[in-house]
């Protein structure tokens, strides 16, 4: 059958990384069915752009939930999961980093929580004579490597300088399926806000510090 593609982008408007991620999807053939997933609060889908695909897309799924506005980048990892199984991907791609946070935690933290392989700077996805085999096309450097991996795989994609912000072909769009929580059998106690940064440091008055032993001091400053 026709390999499955999920690609994952923001709530609140593609990234170049998560438009080069879709460009990588409608680039890979006939063969493959594309699917797009987000997961946010309404507020954050109500920013979102109308989305351009760059060629055909089957599904556009999307998890809303208030309480996703605040969620951690692992909480959103692990939801974008749940969707990739309930849509039965054999790929996802997602960008390596969104242009707000810069961080590039949420395809590594799909690829844990699928325990999934995971490659970094995909430039392209090939389908294979076998169904249970892919082959992804890595940059590193100058250097193109081929990779064949069993499904599922994660994939991070960079952006690759090529992407358009309009359609090259007249798109229709599927209807956007909704999907909550309970759809995907995940339990709202599962959903953890940001920051989830242990031991933060945080400001306190300067001369509280001066007044107060080196141990006190540490007490004051880390977030317990």
């Known amino acids: 059958g026709a390999v499955i593609i999920l690609v994952c982008v923001e709530a609140a408007g593609l990234s170049a990384a998560s438009r080069a991620a879709l460009q990588v999807a409608c680039d890979a053939g006939p063969s493959v069915r594309v699917v797009v997933a987000s997961a946010g609060s309404a507020q954050q889908f109500r920013k979102s752009p109308t989305l351009n695909p760059p060629g055909r897309i089957e599904r556009i799924v999307r998890l809303q939930e208030s309480a996703l506005g605040d969620a951690n980048c692992d909480t959103t990892a692990m939801l974008l999961a749940e969707i990739a199984r309930h849509v039965k991907a054999q790929v996802v791609l997602a960008g390596e980093q969104s242009d707000a946070e810069g ?19 995909v430039a392209a996805v090939v389908a294979t004579d076998q169904p249970d085999r892919l082959e992804l096309i890595s940059r590193s450097g100058r250097c193109l490597c081929r990779v064949i991996s069993p499904a599922p795989v994660v ?9 358009a912000e309009t359609p090259t ?7 956007v399926e909704v999907l909550s929580l309970a759809d995907l059998g995940v339990e ?28 006190q001091a540490a007490r004051l400053l880390l977030r317990r």
């Open 103 to 121: 961080q590039g935690l949420v395809a590594a933290g799909i690829a844990n929580h699928l325990q999934a392989p995971y490659l970094a700077g």
């Open 155 to 163: 994939a991070a994609v960079p952006p690759l300088g090529r992407t």
């Open 169 to 175: 072909t007249d798109v229709t769009l599927p209807k």
């Open 188 to 215: 709202a106690s599962r959903l953890v806000r940001r920051p989830d940064l242990r031991g933060t440091l945080v400001s306190t008055p300067g001369q509280v510090v001066r007044n107060t032993t080196f141990e």
